[in-house]
């Protein structure tokens, strides 16, 4: 089993639409949670981080954390085209020098 | 504004061939990372660096070397490139203890 499994999608939603990502776990002593954006041909950007069980709002983006099923979530409101990408779930390791390990990511795209 | 600068964005190499990836940050970072991202594999770690001449093993470290004897500048080292070592490779450097990796724009490598 992958330590962080992703839905690869591809996502498409309309334009003005809620996009829902879903990111699991393996690693019980996992404890920060971090979601990147990844536009084609460029290189990941952090968007939201979250580190404490339930939501994390940031604009648009709210970020979901459950640590007992060891599952993070990411939505995004009112989805523009400009929110067309490859989104990363990557999970942080305390303790062990900031290994960070990452998702294969879900591609979204939002359609005009 | 933070930066990370990797030395080439396209690289072409023959099998056999040593190659020198190169990263430098400008952020005073303590940690620095060595991925390379193939399609629906997502971001595999190869080495980090939480010190100068300080380095662990990721996940994938077989065919790879670091170096990092200064803090802003971190080296990966194919000894002797091989076909399946063509991929997208990104240097991120992050501070000790938090999670907000920044990355570099990527160095795409072709070995034929």
């Known amino acids: 089993q992958k330590e962080v499994e992703q839905n690869s999608g591809p996502l498409s939603v309309p334009e003005g639409a809620i996009a829902s990502l879903n990111c699991t776990y393996s690693?019980?002593?996992?404890?920060?949670f971090f979601w990147y954006r990844q536009y084609s041909g460029k290189s990941p950007e952090l968007i939201m981080s979250i580190y404490s069980n339930g939501d994390k709002e940031d604009g648009r983006f709210t970020a979901q954390l459950n640590k007992a099923s060891q599952y993070v979530s990411l939505l995004i409101r009112d989805s523009q085209p400009s929110d067309s990408a490859t989104y990363l779930c990557?999970?942080?390791?305390?303790?062990?020098?900031?290994?960070?390990?990452f998702g294969a990511g879900t591609r979204l795209t939002v359609k005009p | 504004d933070v930066k990370v600068t990797q030395s080439s964005r396209y690289l072409v190499k023959r099998t056999g061939e040593k190659v020198f990836l190169e990263c430098v940050q400008d952020m005073d970072h303590e940690n620095m990372f060595w991925y390379r991202q193939d399609p629906g594999l997502g971001l595999r770690l190869i080495y980090f660096s939480y010190d100068v001449k300080m380095k662990e093993k990721g996940d994938i470290p077989e065919g790879y070397s670091v170096s990092r004897e200064k803090k802003e500048r971190f080296s990966l080292i194919l000894e002797s490139a091989s076909t399946n070592q063509t991929s997208m490779y990104l240097c991120?450097?992050?501070?000790?203890?938090?999670?907000?990796?920044?990355f570099g724009e990527g160095s795409r490598l072709t070995v034929l």
């Open positions: 690693d019980r002593v996992s404890q920060s």
């Open positions: 990557a999970v942080n390791v305390e303790g062990n020098n900031n290994d960070m390990r």
């Open positions: 991120a450097s992050t501070l000790r203890n938090t999670g907000e990796l920044f």
